[in-house]
């Protein structure tokens, strides 16, 4: 007959067996993979937020720049390269260039499309490149000028050989999905500060090919040295860099002329503490701040004044 302390103590390693075993089963179970589903849900949730927002972006994004899309070309395109190539040797014949050529390069893959590159050469002055430049600037396309070399011809400096590089992008229709597929942009978007060609036109007074005709412009050696206030007046110094170190500054007040070399110009506003003069050449405003010279002067487009 076993002992009755032998049973008892049989009785609890059976309870606390029992109990073990109920407790390592309720851990591995239940408590354990409840916990790691938790944490699986709390990391899906996260990323699922985190999508959500990408979501919301990229619908914010083709909204509002859905522009970008309706002015990109076909990202995977042979008639995409030579209808650009097209349009942009017809716009360098409509500015009158001579003997413009147009050689479409590789096409760069990008992430959102397609990069197309294209070389051109032609030859003509600065006024007919400022045409070009509007027409340009003003057509449909995300395209750029990357390069752009002008080399003198011999016997006439007023006629420039021009060696030209442009980028154009090519957006992936997919990623705006409210766009035509594999359409070419036909409506210009204006993206410049004026739609007036004469408002360009300064890009040809700009005399820089001064080297290549030879010679000095005084123009580029007078320079704007102090702007002082002489009495109730304001005086500007200007110091001719051709006349050497021993000559006396040039001064000039509010409504004078200054001249030098190839420039021109009626003073017409002073800003003193700005450092700042706006000078008037034939109706066309001029910018010049104290240290540069004349010829450094930034003409400003027509109705742009300083507060």
């Given at each position: 007959m076993v002992p009755i302390r032998n049973l008892i103590l049989l009785v609890f390693l059976s309870i606390f067996l029992l109990w073990y075993a109920a407790s390592w089963a309720y851990r591995t179970q239940y408590t354990e993979p409840r916990q790691t589903l938790q944490s699986e849900m709390t990391r899906l949730s996260s990323e699922i937020e985190v999508w959500q927002n990408n979501l919301n972006m990229m619908t914010q994004f083709n909204a509002q720049y859905?522009?970008?899309?309706?002015?990109?070309?076909p990202p995977v395109s042979n008639d995409a390269q030579s209808w650009y190539s097209f349009w942009l040797l017809e716009v360098l014949q409509h500015s009158g260039f001579e003997n413009p050529q147009v050689n479409a390069g590789p096409v760069s893959r990008i992430t959102p499309g397609a990069n197309y590159r294209f070389n051109a050469q032609y030859t003509g002055s600065l006024s007919q490149f400022s045409y070009f430049l509007f027409e340009f600037y003003y057509a449909p396309f995300l395209h750029r000028i990357t390069s752009l070399t002008l080399l003198p011809t011999e016997g006439n400096t007023e006629i420039l050989t021009f060696t030209m590089t442009v980028n154009v992008l090519a957006l992936d229709s997919r990623f705006n999905p409210s766009t035509v597929q594999n359409s070419f942009p036909t409506v210009p978007i204006p993206r410049l500060a004026f739609n007036n060609l004469e408002a360009y036109q300064v890009i040809e007074e700009r005399n820089l090919l001064q080297v290549a005709r030879g010679g000095i412009d005084r123009a580029d050696h007078t320079t704007l040295t102090a702007i002082l206030e002489v009495g109730d007046q304001v005086e500007l110094w200007f110091r001719d860099g051709t006349a050497g170190r021993a000559a006396l500054p040039i001064k000039k007040r509010l409504g004078e002329t200054i001249q030098a070399?190839?420039?021109?110009?009626?003073?017409?506003?002073?800003?003193?503490?700005?450092?700042?003069?706006?000078?008037?050449?034939?109706?066309?405003?001029w910018l010049l701040a104290a240290g540069e010279s004349l010829n450094e002067a930034f003409a400003l487009p027509p109705e742009a004044f300083l507060e």
């Open positions: 859905a522009w970008l899309f309706q002015r990109s070309l070399g190839s420039f021109t110009g009626r003073i017409v506003d002073i800003y003193l503490q700005e450092e700042l003069v706006v000078l008037d050449r034939d109706g066309t405003r």
